[in-house]
């Protein structure tokens, strides 16, 4: 009796194996690790993949035109038919739909405070019908000379943003930017509809074209012309676009340099090359 009633007591106890119960949790832990690192890629690549936004794209091109800029590593590639030329733009006010308001002031290195261009750039994302990404629209100013050097200038002596909106004049030109396929070297580029648009500020020109690419590291290449009605070229480079290029450091040191000084009258190189404002 003793032994039968030992015999099942024996087999009425747990078969308790400390190896199972490890392999158990193992396995358990195992599933659980492999369900973090699953949820955690899950939200990283969610986060590597969320698409840049309308409004992102127009940030981006608005920051990359800011700034100041030189072509003068072009004019000292081809100083025939370019010259070393100062882009100089900076924020100035924001419309109420949110379009970026940018001053924009062009002129010779040696001459900065002596802009032959003034515009304002209105940079906003394209109207979701259209197929593009950034639309930069430049406007003529309402009185340019109050507005010279308005970057250089301290904030407080700037005129006010209301005022820059009530200042923003006739619409000139309108540039629809695309992103850049991959590879090249470009972030977006665009450019002007191919018939122009009105132009007849000089040389007998009769509408004008534009080119703009937003390249790595804030530089840009923009190329302007303007043609007449048969549909010559009367104005702009030819060989193409200028290539800004954002200042070095060291750039006033070399206030002198020969490539700021033509080496032909300067009025001839002029004609033909680019429009003077009035």
Known sequence: MSTGSGSESKS???????????????????VVLKSLVLIGGALLLKRLTKSTTRWDHARIVAQSLAGEKFSREQAS???DNYFNLRWLSCPAAEIVDGSKV????????????KPYRQRFYMVKPCPKEMKCDVEVSTHAIRDAEEYKNF??????????????IGDIAEHLTTIH???????????YEGSTQPDGFPNTWQNGA???????????NNEVHIWDRGYDEEGNQVWGAKGGPYEFKPAPASSFDDMFSPL?????????????????QE
């Open 177 to 187: 930017l695309k992103r850049c396929d991959r590879g090249k070297r470009c972030l």
């Open 151 to 164: 970057c250089d200038r301290p904030k407080d002596q700037r005129p006010e943003p209301e005022e820059v």
């Open 260 to 276: 700021n000084f033509p080496p032909q009258p300067l009025e001839k190189r002029i004609q033909g090359s680019f429009v003077l």
């Open 102 to 113: 940018l001053y924009f002031e062009q002129a010779f290195w040696r001459t900065p405070h």
């Open 12 to 30: 009425s106890e747990p078969d308790f194996n400390p190896n199972s119960s490890s392999n158990g949790w193992g396995k358990a832990r195992g």
């Open 77 to 79: 590639r081809d100083p």
């Open 206 to 216: 009769a509408y004008c074209t534009s080119e703009l690419s937003v390249l790595k």
